[in-house]
């Protein structure tokens, strides 16, 4: 069972501090107190662990400083929903909120290659109001012959350019955990000008011991894309790992799934899986266009197919999408065939915008027709 408690509950009133010894009191049932950071206020759960059939809900909501009980079902304990629509979803970070009901773009390099084009894509994020990118340092690469990525020597410049052009929060896969170590000595280095989100792809959605590591750290907020090749309840676990490590800051990404019945994008898009996260767990959901689609065809009627997609996932709700584009994609290092160019950048942003105001629109009439029913 989790109790939700009053919004700004003190902690050293004696009002909580009796919830807390008459919780003590419960023999089998031990407590986990959790703090989460909301835009604006700070929310405390407290997980009964045990036996709690006994407990009434009514009963536990009668408690000193408790709002709500919520009754726990085993699967995803910390980051589920557990059939309950008004549960507290969601998190801030360096100034930025990301919860069920933002949008937030992330459109930046696959990977970065020089300066130059970090400045560039910077620049023009910051020109279009963005404060939010992707910057690939670590990348995980089929060959090992292919370019691996910079490392942690790119990090200072791209932190510093972040902090110059605004930039609040940046989306960087992390493939082992000694790249978390890396990422904070240059923030430190650099004197903390922006935030990093950490990225794990799809090639360690189960990597247990990667998930722990992101999951035991609570600074950095985690991106967790969904495995190309296992169920949704198989990433949606893998999530619950960082969760239940500590780390309740994450975002889960559907990036498509790897078959050939996806032909000819590079993956099978999976992005009416939005509100499905949306109703089994708490998290933000992300989409990935540009590694589910990965090219540049365009239909018929003007549009590319990484726009239709893209527009598919925001009309269902998606709260981030993450997108490859590059100043120069014949000089990209990694994934220049599916990056969007940055002359597309507003166009992309309006086209993101109407699906947006699609997707508003629907649920405010979905919530008329609820109201007169
Ligand atoms: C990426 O976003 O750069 C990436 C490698 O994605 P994925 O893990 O989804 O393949
Ligand atoms: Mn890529």
Do not use: W
Not at 112 to 133: F, I, K, W, Y
């Amino acid at each position: 069972m989790i109790l939700i408690l009053k919004s700004d509950t003190d902690l050293g009133s004696e009002e909580y501090r009796l919830l807390l010894r008459y919780l003590g009191t419960f023999g089998g049932i031990r407590h986990e107190v959790r703090h989460i950071q909301g835009a604006g206020q700070r929310l405390t759960e407290i997980y009964l662990i045990g036996d709690t059939k006994p407990l009434s809900k009514e009963f536990m909501r009668s408690l000193p400083c408790v709002r709500r009980a919520v009754r726990v079902q085993e699967a995803y304990r910390f980051l589920g929903r557990h059939g309950d629509e008004a549960m507290q979803h969601g998190f801030e970070y360096n100034g930025v909120t990301f919860d069920q009901d933002s949008l937030h773009v992330f459109a930046g390099l696959c990977a970065v290659d020089s300066r130059e084009h970090v400045e560039l894509m910077m620049r023009a994020l910051r020109d279009n109001g963005q404060q939010c990118t992707r910057m690939g340092a670590y990348k995980p690469r089929t060959s090992p012959y292919s370019f691996q990525g910079h490392g942690a020597s790119c990090l200072p410049y791209v932190f510093d350019l972040a902090g110059k052009y605004g930039i609040r929060v940046i989306a960087m896969e992390v493939t082992h955990e000694g790249h978390i170590d890396e990422i904070n000595e240059a923030l430190e280095r650099t004197g903390q000008p922006t935030g990093v989100m950490l990225q794990i792809g799809t090639r360690n959605t189960q990597n247990f011991e990667l998930l722990k590591a992101a999951g035991r750290q609570e600074t950095h907020p985690v991106l967790l894309k969904r495995g190309f090749g296992i169920t949704l309840n198989e990433s949606l676990n893998a999530a619950e790992y960082l969760a239940s490590e500590g780390n309740r800051k994450v975002v889960f990404a559907l990036r498509g799934m790897k078959t050939n019945l996806g032909d000819p994008h590079r993956n099978f898009v999976d992005f009416s899986h939005v509100p499905v996260v949306h109703r089994l767990t708490r998290m933000p959901v992300c989409v990935d266009p540009s590694h589910a689609v990965g090219s540049r065809r365009r239909s018929p009627d003007g549009l590319l197919d990484l726009m239709h997609v893209t527009a598919q996932g925001v009309i269902a709700g998606a709260n981030l999408v993450l997108v490859d584009f590059h100043p120069k994609p014949s000089r990209a290092l990694v994934d220049g065939p599916q990056a969007l160019l940055m002359d597309e950048l507003p166009i992309f942003l309006e086209d993101v915008r109407i699906a947006r105001e699609a997707y508003r629109k629907r649920v405010a009439l979905a919530r008329r027709k609820a109201g007169a029913a």
